[in-house]
């Protein structure tokens, strides 16, 4: 672990353009609970997995419906009181490495915004964040107390409109089913494109289109010159990205050799040595 830990740090020092990438792993350590862990969301509750895989269609064939479900609390968050939770080590580690310069860009699964209490600036939240609305048409977010959404229920306006295009507004979450939106998949797929280390932390890499984007890294070559036995300089083409995963469990890019390596362990611990690690070879 210690030489892992060490090797991720030199790796981190070494890039130049590194970026993050994070899952539900991060988050358990602030106590939101995960959800293909064992004690994850849907590994207690399939029943409410299979809900979730309805919940797009159920918005999209009737939002004022889906609304008044939200608001009256019917439609329960899986994840509790995302208000009250706070970030952990694992979220400020990351923030850190920002500040640093080495970070260029953090990517998350999370709707938590708990990377954005901890401060990390070049966020993108890829399934979206509770804590905002968005339009379904024009794609613009909005702060959740931006439309009265009690009064409206009150005063059977519901769906809330957009007020620029007058499409329909729902949470800013990603549902199953539901096309990431354009703005959040581009950027994503560009980080991706454009970086030479990728520290994925706290996720189990299954669902799709986020999982794909360390594939799209891996695919990345870049040419290296070496001597031949006979001396000739020939040029190889190696992969021009090294992919870190800090997480509990093996992932698919652990076994498919996607990923570099894996620090397995609790990311709320690693990552802060990862940083400690990182300020002691600057010095
Ligand atoms: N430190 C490191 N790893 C952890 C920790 C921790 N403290 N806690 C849990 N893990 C690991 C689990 O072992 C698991 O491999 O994090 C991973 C979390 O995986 P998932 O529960 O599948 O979460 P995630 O990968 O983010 O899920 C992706 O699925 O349900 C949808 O939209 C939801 O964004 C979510 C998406
Ligand atoms: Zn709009």
Redesign the pocket.
Known sequence: MEQLIGRAARDLVDSKYAIGLT????S??SGIP????PS?V?TKNPEAERRAYLGYQEFSEDPKKWWEERLSGRGQSFLGDLEKVIPNP?HHALAELEELGILKCVIT??VDALHEKAGTKNLLEY?GSFSKLRCISCGLRFGRDEFGLEELMRENQLPPRCPKCRGVIKSDTVSFGEPIPSDVAHQSLEEAWKCDVMLI???????YP?ANLPRIARERRTEREKQTETGIYAVERISAVTIIE????P?PLTEEGISDYLIQ????EILPIIVEEVKKIRK
């Open positions: 899952g539900a792993g991060i358990t350590e995960d959800f293909r862990g994850g849907w694992g699964q999370n399934h932390c706290g996720t189990s890499a299954v669902v986020f800090v997480n509990a469990d992932t362990g609790k990311t709320g």
